[in-house]
């Protein structure tokens, strides 16, 4: 497995820092989601395996991005809290799982997000 990350890192990292500098807040889900589409077409592996090698992936590219201290454990939290989340929902959706209409209803309904505010009442 470790030569499938060492091998998406480097097509990842030539890829991507051709277009950007460096990760950041602003690109992080596009990286995800380029490394989730590279790894998508590994026939051998499981979904639970596919998610680990993105996300850490993206974990050797916020490593190796010359970012300040600060600024690497924004990416880190980012890459740890929300990328596992992100995944998943676009994995979902791809499949039909969610149905997008209905969530924004229950946004607007609530006037907060299900994923930040969950115990939320109905306004």
Same mark, same amino acid.
């Not at 590279?38 to 639970?48: C, D, Y």
């Not at 929902?89 to 924004?104: A, C, E, F, M, Y």
């Given at each position: 497995?470790?030569?499938?990350?060492?091998?998406?890192?480097?097509?990842? +990292?030539?890829?991507?820092?051709?277009?950007?500098?460096?990760? &950041? $807040?602003?690109?992080?889900?596009?990286? *995800?989601?380029?490394?989730? !589409? $590279?790894?998508?077409?590994?026939?051998? !592996?499981? @979904?639970?395996?596919? +998610?680990?090698?993105?996300?850490?992936?993206?974990?050797?590219?916020? $490593?190796?991005?010359?970012? &300040?201290? /600060?600024?690497?454990?924004?990416?880190?939290?980012? /890459?740890?809290?929300?990328?596992?989340? !992100?995944? &998943?929902?676009?994995? &979902?959706?791809?499949? @039909? @799982?969610?149905? !997008?209409? *209905?969530?924004?209803?229950?946004?607007?309904?609530?006037?907060?997000?299900?994923?930040?505010?969950?115990?939320?009442?109905?306004?």
């Amino acid at each position: 497995m470790d030569t499938i990350i060492n091998d998406l890192y480097v097509e990842t +990292k030539k890829v991507f820092f051709t277009k950007y500098r460096s990760i &950041d $807040a602003n690109n992080i889900i596009l990286t *995800t989601v380029h490394v989730m !589409l $590279a790894v998508e077409i590994i026939p051998h !592996l499981k @979904g639970p395996e596919k +998610k680990n090698i993105v996300l850490r992936v993206v974990e050797k590219i916020i $490593a190796d991005s010359p970012l &300040d201290e /600060q600024s690497k454990k924004v990416m880190d939290v980012m /890459q740890t809290v929300t990328m596992p989340v !992100l995944i &998943d929902v676009l994995v &979902d959706s791809t499949r @039909g @799982g969610i149905k !997008l209409n *209905t969530l924004s209803t229950w946004i607007k309904r609530h006037k907060c997000s299900p994923c930040t505010r969950p115990t939320c009442v109905k306004k």
